[in-house]
């Protein structure tokens, strides 16, 4: 008989017990810092200055990448904000076959390639071939320079210029192929002024 009676006179204290919990609760105030969603840093992992890259086959230097900065970041993808300077070599690794540069690079690492703008220019060396145009990919797997018909490009040969927007090359630029040809004259032409 002793335990219904206290189970009679608990029930109330509970009762007044819980109602005074959840007052307390609804009253309190919340953490600003506990609701806000953790920063999750996108920004570079590691930042190289002056950096020099060579790939090479055999032994023999094939490609050499000079920047004033580069910045890497998590999922392997790298910047160049202060500008990129590619340098090709002949087969045998000793001289310079073609040059590739520009203000601005960014390297794409799921796709092995380069997006270069700002001022790019191309040169061949030994054919005396440059190229300028503001944006340029460079896909290494397939040894390809590319841009779209968006981008105006002019390119310069020892004998005439060529102009046009779109260009497809091989990373030598020893063959190339402007998609929409504007304009070739010859460097007489190019030089002499209109109505002379």
């Known amino acids: 008989m002793a335990t219904a009676r206290l189970t009679v006179c608990c029930r109330p204290l509970?009762?007044?017990?819980?109602?005074?919990?959840?007052?307390?609760?609804?009253?309190q105030k919340k953490d600003p810092a506990a609701s806000k969603k953790p920063v999750v840093y996108k920004g570079p992992l590691l930042e190289t200055t002056n950096v020099l890259t060579l790939y090479s086959d055999s032994a023999r230097l094939q490609i050499k990448y000079q920047a004033p900065l580069e910045q890497q970041f998590e999922n392997g993808d790298k910047l160049y904000p202060?500008?990129?300077?590619?340098?090709?070599?002949?087969?045998?690794?000793?001289?310079?076959?073609?040059?590739?540069?520009?203000?601005?690079?960014?390297?794409?690492?799921?796709?092995?390639?380069?997006?270069?703008r700002g001022d790019v220019r191309v040169s061949n060396v030994q054919k005396q071939?440059?190229?300028?145009?503001?944006?340029?990919?460079?896909?290494?797997?397939?040894?390809?320079?590319?841009?779209?018909?968006t981008q105006l490009v002019r390119i310069q040969t020892p004998t005439e210029v060529l102009t046009g927007?779109?260009?497809?090359?091989?990373?030598?630029?020893?063959?190339?192929?402007?998609?929409k040809p504007e304009g070739v004259f010859t460097i007489d032409q190019a030089a002499t002024p209109p109505g002379n």
Not at 20 to 27: D, H, N, Q, R, S
Not at 167 to 172: H, K
């Open 165 to 179: 927007y779109g260009l497809t090359a091989n990373q030598d630029f020893s063959r190339y192929t402007i998609l």
């Open 14 to 27: 509970l009762a007044l017990l819980l109602s005074t919990g959840l007052l307390a609760t609804g009253c």
């Open 82 to 116: 202060k500008g990129i300077d590619v340098t090709f070599y002949t087969k045998g690794g000793t001289e310079v076959l073609n040059t590739l540069r520009g203000n601005y690079g960014r390297f794409d690492k799921a796709k092995n390639l380069y997006f270069i």
């Open 129 to 149: 071939q440059s190229m300028k145009t503001e944006e340029m990919y460079f896909d290494q797997s397939k040894q390809l320079i590319y841009n779209d018909t």
